[in-house]
Each structure stands twice: as C-alpha cells, then as structure tokens.
C-alpha cells in the first residue's frame, strides 16, 4: 500500500476522539464549485444555505426529495491531505463541508451519534461515504481501493454523512463535542 494510504490509516485511528475542531468549511453552490467559507448556516429543511444538496443530491427519497440523511459531509482533514498530498495548512476542495481533527471512525461515531458544532446539532447517519467516481478520478483508484479496503471500513477514511437535527451556524475553528447519548 501507498505510503501516503498507510499514513491515512494511521492519523483516521490516532484522530481525537469525542471532540475536535472545524479546520475549514466548504460550500457547494453548483457542481464542481467548492467555495472555502468561515462560516456556514445549517437548517434542518434545507440543508447548508447556499449549498447545491436540496437539488443535486446523489441519494433521494421514495418522493424525489433529498435524503436528509446526506445533508452534510464531515472528512478528516489530516486524512485528506494524506490523499491529496496537500501540506497542513492547504485548503483543498474535496466536495465535503466540514473538514476537522475528529475521529470519524465507526467505534466513535456510532450511526444515530449527536455532534454539537457551534449552534447545530448534526446525526451520524447510517449512510456509509465509501468513496465515488470524483474520488478515484481526483486522487486515483489506489486511493478508492484503501479507502474501501474491508480493514479500513470501519475507520471511514472517506468521511461520514450527517443529517441537521438543530439549526444553526457553524464557523472555522469551532469546536466540536459528541453529545451524551439520550
């Protein structure tokens, strides 16, 4: 394997765990735009205000709507830039929005886990992020196989999907904190 994967694999394990900060956000207003923003808004009907989900997302329901359960895409920054050959500090696009220190990994963030980001709460959701076709051209299918490597599943190289369950802002160097479960 890639030494830049095994790094990957190394820093999705080490991550901080139940709590963490946003590094940088990004906005999608239209296909392949990725706006790096200090702040996002997050409303539990509508997705990230300005954000292109409510009408281009990838999963839907029965009625045609967005499936709320891929509202938001949290990533691991310092995975990313294991994939990205990017330097601390770089702000690269991926396509997610919330990129943090966290551990996202499934032994942390259980689907049905509570984030408290600033004044939104976001749901864990059971939708697994194992990569697409714009992560295998982006950073090559050496890449997409580490990251959907049945070793590594449970680590989510790739990230994990939330739904919005308070509204609310959210800004770059915030904290996060897993909420107690109810």
Known sequence: MNTRFMDAVRWAGAARVGSGHVDFLVNRPVEGVHESVDELYLDVQRGILGDRWSETAWLRLPDGRADPRVQVSLTNTRVMQCFTGAEPGDVFRCGDNIY??????????????????DEAVLEVSDVENDACGKFVQRFGVDAFRCVRAEANRSLRLRGIFCSIVRAGRVRVGASLSLLPAS
């Open 100 to 117: 943090t220190d966290l551990n996202l990994s499934m032994s942390a963030l259980p689907p049905g886990a509570r984030l408290q980001i």
